[in-house]
């Protein structure tokens, strides 16, 4: 079976999730900066507290640097999907997903749509339709090549 190379669809991220995520990385790696800058703490609790401080604003700025490590390009074909990482490709057929669902969900200020996908060795991935500006528009290529679980 010869591949097409021709791109039916493919996705485009978020800009304003990208441009705040890198934003917030720069933001609180000054704020870290100007902690550790200022004259010394002379009482002990103060110097717990901005090494508290520092842990969790440097915890944050790890967990924005993995979410973005883990945004999915979503490339689509005739026959089959790409979905690139920033260090990694993988390309699956559409006979190789068993099914798929979707989810709602509802945040206090916000909601969103997840695609649940399953594929035959069992892997799973999914995509949240906040992360991406055209998330339909390709979502809708996909989900009409592969069955529905509505269960």
Known sequence: MKDNP???SESKF???NII???????FLGFVIYIFNTQ????????NYIQIGLNILFGGFIVYSIYYLY??????IYKDYLII???FKSEKYYYYDFISYWKEYSEGKYNSWTEYHFILKDNKQFKL??????????FINKIT???KRNDI
């Open 20 to 26: 705040l995520i890198v934003f917030g990385i720069f």
């Open 144 to 146: 009409e090549k592969i």
């Open 6 to 8: 021709k791109v039916i």
């Open 128 to 137: 949240i339709d906040k992360e991406y500006s055209n998330f339909y528009s």
């Open 70 to 75: 883990n945004l999915k390009k979503i490339i």
């Open 39 to 46: 004259t010394p703490v002379k009482v002990k609790y103060e």
């Open 14 to 16: 978020s800009f304003a």
């Open 84 to 86: 690139k990482k920033i």
